[in-house]
């Protein structure tokens, strides 16, 4: 059996869970936290991130887009119309444009620092930079997320899903790492219909089902993040 | 003719640029600088970075990932032995591990600091951010290469090239943000002879002659930037 190394509250891993659990995949899930550094892990990936899958047979498959491109070329064909990375090369451009938005911009603009901040320093110990969350980084946070779902809204008023008429790795990836910010109660959704209206959509599909019932040790989520009809 | 908006010292543009001459092509260059935010630049890649290269019929295909990517699938098989992104599955995988080592986390721990600091603070107006450089970021950039060129050296004494046997585009993404830093002089390259010798044959392909002619206005690169037996 397959095994994914993840973090529940790392987005790029709650991306590959996503890719997974629609491609009917259900590999065992470890937990690693990767600010520990474990050695064992870091000789896998010497990047030292999460997510890390790895075949049964031991290829180590490390990153997001990595592993999303890895499984297209792997089990795709066998999706049929479920495939998530479409055959169309202008298609995959703009689901892999999407791909680069979510993983890195918005991830470096909103969901890392809410991550890092509210989560991950509460588990670091102060040698590696555990402690109170620096405020600034979460103010700029959820100021960048403010225009992220305007994005968002923009593009689920004009298609039927974020890249166009069919689900893909696109919508995951915006899903992944907007759940992260919606478990903190950081995202304004009343501020834009089509981004929520997209949003109750994907969360409403079994593959987002595990991640809904995640639960950080002594931090509730936000009271709607699990209810489907938010 | 297909067209490739870069920026001279922008890494991830030098990227494209190696990757279009090793495939014989020769779009037209413009030079975009991305942190004036032109209206019409940002109408074609919304993330408002570069690079993008623009195919003559007018498909817009931004990031440097996402160029690798379109340009193997729709050329990559004319290249026989000359392609950049391997056929075996798990061949792939490492190039790609590669790519986001040194497109992101190369780039995050030392080629961003530099670029932005050295270079295009220079010509940033006072209200993008101009000015003069900080010398933190600089200094942990300087720390932080020594790190990476241990890593390239590593690579380069187990494989003939940075994935494997043959040249890809994990030897162009590690050339490109490395000669950007190389410009300004900060690559110490004795301290790893494995990674020189690795970067002096790279520095001598036909491909890489068009980065060893440029250069910022007022500010002379490295006494051996241009030098093929540095």
């Keep these: 059996m397959a095994t994914l190394f993840h973090y529940p509250f790392c987005p790029h891993s709650r991306f590959v869970r996503l890719v997974l659990a629609e491609m009917g995949m259900e590999p065992t899930l470890v937990e690693e936290r990767p600010w520990e550094r474990r050695r064992d892990f870091l000789v896998m990936n010497p990047a ?50 999407l791909l680069d938005w979510f993983h890195i911009k918005f991830f470096d603009d909103v ?14 110990g102060s040698e590696a930079g555990g402690g109170p969350p620096d405020m600034s980084a979460i103010r700029a946070a959820r100021a960048n997320v403010r225009y992220h779902l305007r994005y968002v809204g923009f593009l689920a008023a004009k298609r039927n899903w974020l890249a166009g008429a069919d689900l893909t790795y696109a919508d995951l990836a915006a899903a992944a790492h907007l759940s992260c910010a919606d478990y903190l109660g950081d995202v304004p959704w009343d501020e834009d219909e089509q981004a929520k209206a997209w949003y109750a959509r994907i969360k409403s599909r079994p593959s987002f089902r595990s991640l809904l019932a995640d639960r950080v040790a002594g931090m509730a989520p936000a009271a709607h993040y699990a209810d489907l009809d938010f």
Tied chains: 1, 2.
Excluded: C, H, W
Aim: neutral net charge.
């Design 111 to 124: 969901s890392n620092y809410l991550v890092v901040e509210k989560i991950y320093k509460r588990f670091m």
């Design 48 to 97: 030292g991130t999460v997510p890390v899958f790895v075949e049964e047979q031991g290829l180590v498959v490390p990153g997001p887009q990595v592993v999303a491109e890895y499984l297209d070329e792997t089990r795709g064909l066998g999706l049929d119309s479920r495939r998530l990375l479409p055959e169309n090369p202008a298609a995959r451009v703009e689901v892999r444009r």
